[in-house]
């Protein structure tokens, strides 16, 4: 669930306003976005992901944290490093970990003949 908008890295872009599904984001009296509607965020991560500066944090648990002093400092803007988004970094598929892929035959595949 979406938790932090660091305001001092913010350059104002609405980006985050933009492609949030359901609308969590206002955008404040000085160009930086509040978080508005907090339950209605789906912990989508495409607002982290879309911030050019990495001045949001989206915390994987899907309920509001009872407290902000809960945020390790470290994961703070890094979701898109991990993910691979941004100039100079590696994409998040040449660094991606889960179950080794099957090697083997391709499956079948349908025919354009018709």
């Known amino acids: 669930m979406i938790e ?4 001092q890295d913010c ?3 609405d980006k985050c306003i933009d492609v949030c599904p359901t609308s969590v984001f206002d ?4 160009g930086v976005p509040t ?6 965020c789906q912990t989508c991560f495409m607002c982290e992901a879309y911030c050019p500066t990495d001045a949001l944090y989206v ?3 899907v309920t509001p ?3 902000h002093d809960d945020i390790e400092q470290e ?3 890094r979701y898109r490093e991990q993910i691979g988004w941004g100039r100079g970094r590696s ?3 040449k660094v991606a970990v889960g179950p080794e892929l099957p090697k083997g035959a391709l499956p079948p595949r349908r025919s354009s003949d018709g």
């Open 4 to 7: 932090l908008v660091l305001a």
């Open 11 to 13: 350059i104002g872009c």
């Open 27 to 30: 955008r404040g009296a000085k």
């Open 35 to 40: 978080i508005a509607r907090h339950g209605d």
């Open 59 to 61: 915390h994987p648990q």
């Open 65 to 67: 944290l009872a407290d």
């Open 75 to 77: 994961h703070v803007g």
């Open 91 to 93: 994409p998040g598929a």
